[in-house]
């Protein structure tokens, strides 16, 4: 079963602005990953954010946690048509080995 | 710097039959995890090498089985193919599993479409 939840499942917007996805999750982790995957491709790992850290950039993106109410959202700020592509979130699960549980994706279609 | 390599990129089975897909890790990773993706679906967790050893293991049955090698590569195997084990099977590199490495973000290889008649 998905430990994550995205939302919306799929999403699409002018190239240029801005785009939001959220995250939620049921169990405590370690830390939370976001992934791009392009049509038919492999995962591209974007940014990881740890349980003790709120929020976190890297270039364009925008992560932030909310341990509390088990939630995450990914912010792209001035989109590019390139960024069309399924997005996930990756919870890793307190305790023991690590291990990386994918959420449902959403979808972003970045038109030009 | 090779990525992480899947062989093959595509396969084609039929019901019953078994089937080994194989991975290579990205240079200076010794951790390796399996997962399959159904169409619009999300990866779902197989399970994770690490020193040879399966250490993490999702909900799958016996069929799914694996094996790390000592240059870190992996197999995994799939017997009994069902219609529903087709999929894209990816296959994830990381450094360390545990401890104070824990938490390295995994590359992903491309994939091996499996598809089941």
């Known amino acids: 079963s998905q430990q994550g939840e995205e939302d919306p499942q799929a999403l699409s917007i002018q190239e240029g602005e801005n785009a939001t996805m959220n995250c939620s999750y049921k169990?405590?982790?370690?830390?939370l990953q976001w992934y791009r995957q392009n049509s038919g491709r492999g995962l591209v790992h974007l940014i990881l954010?740890?349980?003790?850290?709120r929020e976190k950039h890297s270039g364009r993106l925008r992560v932030t946690l909310d341990t509390s109410k088990k939630s995450s959202s990914l912010l792209i700020t001035a989109s590019r048509a390139a960024d069309t592509a399924s997005y996930f979130c990756?919870?890793?699960?307190?305790?023991?080995?690590?291990?990386?549980?994918f959420g449902t994706g959403t979808k972003l279609q970045v038109i030009p | 710097d090779a990525g992480v390599t899947q062989s093959p990129t595509h396969l084609i089975k039929t019901r019953g039959q078994q089937v080994t897909l194989r991975c290579s890790p990205k240079?200076?990773?010794?951790?390796v995890s399996w997962y399959q993706q159904a169409l619009g679906q999300g990866p779902q967790f197989i399970f994770q090498?690490?020193?040879?050893?399966?250490?993490q293991r999702g909900n799958f049955p016996d069929r799914f089985s694996g094996h790390q090698f000592p240059n870190y590569s992996s197999e995994l195997n799939v017997n009994a193919l069902l219609l529903g084990d087709s999929a894209l099977y990816l296959c994830?590199?990381?450094?360390?599993?545990?401890?104070?490495?824990?938490?390295?973000?995994?590359?992903f290889g491309d994939g091996t479409r499996l598809s089941i008649l």
């Open positions: 169990t405590s982790i370690n830390n």
């Open positions: 994830a590199s990381s450094r360390g599993t545990g401890g104070a490495r824990r938490g390295q973000p995994q590359h």
């Open positions: 990756a919870t890793d699960a307190s305790g023991g080995y690590q291990k990386v549980t």
């Open positions: 954010i740890r349980s003790n850290e």
């Open positions: 090498y690490y020193e040879e050893e399966e250490r």
């Open positions: 240079s200076g990773h010794d951790t």
